[in-house]
């Protein structure tokens, strides 16, 4: 099982990104599947988590309104689409996938290596 984040980069202020999360050795169609971030001297936070089902996906309040959470199964991947991005937007982003749980809690599987995401002028 693993999971492939790309998609980081410099952006300005106001400006967007496209993360994708590539997994390989599972099907990520029924999995939740969540974007984390670890920014400069912040506590890990969950940006986005998706279940995979009907449900709609959850998102933190800090990126509201700004991100989307979307999958492509037939290219069996998650995307972060971030819009509108802030400095305070500078972070690491690790997507997740939970086996044995859901999108109500942080305790994921497994983890993929993480995509540098800086917001600046």
């Known amino acids: 099982v693993q999971l492939q984040a790309s998609g980081g980069g410099l952006a300005q202020p106001g400006g967007s990104l496209r993360l994708s999360c590539v997994a390989s050795?599972?099907?990520?169609?029924?999995?939740?599947i969540a974007w984390f971030r670890h920014g400069p001297g912040r506590e890990r936070e969950k940006v986005s988590c998706?279940?995979?089902?009907?449900?709609?996906?959850s998102y933190a309040d800090s990126v509201k309104g700004r991100f989307t959470i979307f999958r492509d199964d037939a290219k069996n991947t998650v995307y972060l689409q971030m819009n509108s991005l802030k400095p305070e937007d500078t972070a690491v982003y690790y997507c997740?996938?939970?086996?044995?749980?859901?999108?109500?809690?942080?305790?994921?599987?497994?983890w993929g290596k993480g995509t540098q995401v800086t917001v600046s002028s």
């Open positions: 998706s279940n995979g089902s009907d449900e709609s996906p």
């Open positions: 050795g599972f099907t990520l169609d029924y999995y939740p």
């Open positions: 997740a996938a939970s086996f044995y749980g859901s999108c109500l809690s942080d305790d994921m599987d497994y």
